[in-house]
């Protein structure tokens, strides 16, 4: 029997080498030749077992040649090795899960845009046309008090009214300029607080001595009636906004009317009034009239004509800020335009302030706020000295909360008079 073969080959029937020596007989290596050995696993061929798994059988020897890196050949090349850097390819990014935006989303998204930048650019435009006032009065003030208190005042005057609209709107053409309502809205850390002054008022006029309160805007505009307002409650002025005669009836219109509640019909030809009771949508010279009229309220006269014109204005501002008014582009571009041929603002008021003042005028009414009269004692409208100081002294303090519901009434009357 011939001797077998040192290393073994197709000589002995062995299969195992057979691919390594591809059928021949192997030689013996040199002195500067390496030696193929079989790679034996780290664990000696032996490989751990896990609980409750059949153990798996030892991987096979690999050849360990001369250009072999130990532990055998790569399969596979390192994480980034060879990954040519920058950003990653449509295909790529798909298989990462990554989505382009479908076109339909991008129109989506250029329009939402566009009309953000439209309810931007549309109040700025509007704004630079907006007339201002320079109201703030010279000498000693009130120092400054927690809150914003805006003076809102309703010119009574015709000059930016056409004769057309005179005759429309049942204005009348009185000339001059007056003040037609007066009111203070105060915002804070309370609710806000719209109260009205009676415009027949008897207060000092700095200058003029005993007078009604609107005669102080016909003898020195809104300079002397902010000075005669700050000396008489003792409540600083910070902002002030002014309405013309056409003002109130043009932003009713382009916030397509308001809603208004007078308790009793009222018919008043010389305002261009003819309602009946009770809740109804109004137009701008039905809300004007509504808020005008001298003959209908007979009641309490003057302080009564107050009340309905606090609730024009503040159902003007819930139309102002509702979704539908920023969503229709229209309504929003009326809105807007209207504002610099009726409304006029302070000195040094700007958009933003001018916003947070029609956002304060949706807030006055309800649990959010209280509208009320100036306290008062009688129908000639002289103010109750004890109880119109609590409330000045509330709004100087911005104690809003602390104002008990007996005085805050619509008329400033007291709360046993007006039921």
């Known amino acids: ?7 073994g080959g197709p000589e002995d029937g062995s299969r195992e080498y057979g691919w390594l020596y591809g059928g021949k007989q192997p030689r013996e290596p040199g002195p500067e030749e390496t030696r193929v050995m079989p790679v034996q696993p780290r664990d000696g061929g032996r490989s751990r077992a896990v609980p409750g798994q059949p153990a798996q059988p030892p991987r096979p020897a690999q050849p360990v040649g001369r250009d072999t890196p130990p532990g055998g050949p790569a399969t596979s090349r390192p994480r980034g090795a060879g990954v040519p850097s920058g950003p990653a390819s449509p295909a790529t990014r798909e298989r990462r899960g990554f989505r382009f935006p479908r076109p339909r989303l991008r129109w989506v998204f250029l329009l939402v845009l566009a009309w953000i930048a439209y309810l931007v650019i549309v109040p700025v435009m ?5 007339d201002k006032v320079d ?9 400054d008090q927690p809150g914003t208190t805006y003076l809102m005042v309703g010119s009574d005057s015709r000059g930016d009214l056409s004769p057309e609209e005179r005759k429309r709107l049942g204005t009348g053409g009185a000339e001059g300029q007056r ?5 203070l809205l105060h915002t804070g850390s309370g609710p806000n607080l719209l109260m009205s002054i009676p415009r027949d008022s008897n207060v000092e006029i700095p ?7 609107n005669a102080a805007y016909a003898f020195g505009g809104p300079k002397l009636l902010v000075q005669t307002i700050e000396q008489s409650t003792g409540i600083r002025v910070d902002d002030y906004v002014e309405i013309g005669m056409g003002g109130l009836a043009g932003v009713v219109d382009a916030v397509g009317g308001i809603e208004i509640c007078p308790e009793n019909a009222m018919k008043d030809p010389q305002a261009k009034l003819d309602i009946e009771a009770g809740c109804q ?29 606090r609730e024009v204005v503040s159902a003007v501002g819930k139309k102002v800020v509702s979704p539908w008014t920023v969503l229709n582009p229209f309504r929003y571009w009326d809105l807007n335009h209207s504002v610099p041929g009726f409304f006029a603002f302070g000195e040094g008021t700007g958009p933003l302030r001018a916003g947070m003042w029609a956002m304060a005028m949706t807030r006055v009414n309800g649990e959010s706020g209280l509208t009320c009269g100036v306290p008062i004692s009688d129908l000639a409208v002289t103010w109750d000295p004890e109880r119109s100081e609590q409330m000045f002294q509330a709004i100087i303090e911005d104690d809003i ?3 008990p519901r007996k005085l805050c009434t619509p008329t400033g009357l007291p709360k046993e008079v007006t039921g």
Do not use: C, H
């Open 207 to 213: 200058g003029r001595g005993l007078n009604k309160i």
């Open 135 to 143: 109201f703030e009065p010279d000498g000693d003030r009130p120092g």
């Open 281 to 309: 949508e109004a137009d701008g010279p039905t809300a004007l009239g509504y808020a005008r009229s001298r003959k209908t309220y007979t009641r309490f006269g003057d302080t009564q004509r107050a009340q309905a014109q």
């Open 401 to 403: 909360d602390s104002i």
């Open 126 to 130: 509007a704004w630079n046309d907006v």
């Open 179 to 183: 003040t037609d309502t007066i009111m």
């Open 1 to 7: 029997m011939a001797d077998r073969p040192r290393n």
